[in-house]
C-alpha cells in the first residue's frame, strides 16, 4: 500500500522516497489526505487550543513571573 507524506521544505506531497521525515509530516494513507496536512494541523492546534483539559494552571505558573 502506498503511503503519502506532506514535505514542509517543498509544500507538496511527497512518496515514500521523497525528503527526510524530519522535514515531512505524515504518512498518511492517501494523496488528498496529506495534501490537508497543514489544514489538520491547524484544525488540532484550534481543538486543544480550546480543550479546558489542556489549559494552563495559572498557579503554577507563578514562578515563571520572576
Not at 5 to 12: E, G, P, Q
Not at 20 to 41: F, I, M, W
Amino acid at each position: 500500500m502506498t503511503k503519502f507524506w506532506y514535505c514542509l521544505d517543498h509544500h507538496r506531497v511527497e512518496l515514500p522516497d521523497g525528503c527526510h521525515n524530519s522535514h515531512r509530516l505524515g504518512p498518511y494513507p492517501t494523496e488528498a489526505d496529506a495534501e490537508r496536512a497543514l489544514e489538520k494541523v491547524k484544525e488540532r492546534n484550534e481543538a486543544w487550543d480550546n480543550d479546558p483539559r489542556f489549559k494552563d494552571d495559572p498557579v503554577n505558573d507563578e514562578h515563571l513571573e520572576d
